[in-house]
């Protein structure tokens, strides 16, 4: 079993800034295997980023040059750095493990707003 729970989420101005954190914890699990996914309004849940199984970052278009994936082993979280935002990113955003299996963390809304 593994337990993922994001924060970070919040209400921000066109162009601002916000950082999610995804804090893993578990029997058995890894970091590795966390990545971010987002669900709009009316909208599946859609790939934000992630690491590949060699380690490198792997974003969605839609983010590449304004998001940046990282991690910190020794705390067991994965964060999500999010740049220059626009209205469209307005979503809930969550972080999934894919190993040992797929878990999901209760999400963290995130509202791009003047």
């Known amino acids: 079993q593994v337990q993922l729970v994001e924060s970070g989420g919040g209400l921000v101005q066109p162009g601002g800034s916000l950082r999610l954190s995804c804090a893993v914890s578990?029997?058995?699990?890894?970091?590795?295997?966390v990545g971010w996914y987002r669900q709009a309004p009316g909208k599946q849940r859609a790939f934000v980023a992630a690491f590949t199984t060699g380690g490198v970052a792997n974003y969605a278009d839609s983010v590449k040059g304004r998001f940046t994936i990282s991690k910190d082993n020794a705390k067991n979280t994965v964060y999500l750095q999010m740049n220059s935002l626009k209205p469209e990113d307005t979503a809930v955003y969550y972080c999934?493990?894919?190993?040992?299996?797929?878990?999901w963390g209760q999400g963290t809304q995130v509202t791009v707003s003047s």
């Open positions: 999934k493990s894919t190993w040992p299996g797929n878990y």
């Open positions: 578990g029997s058995a699990f890894s970091i590795n295997a």
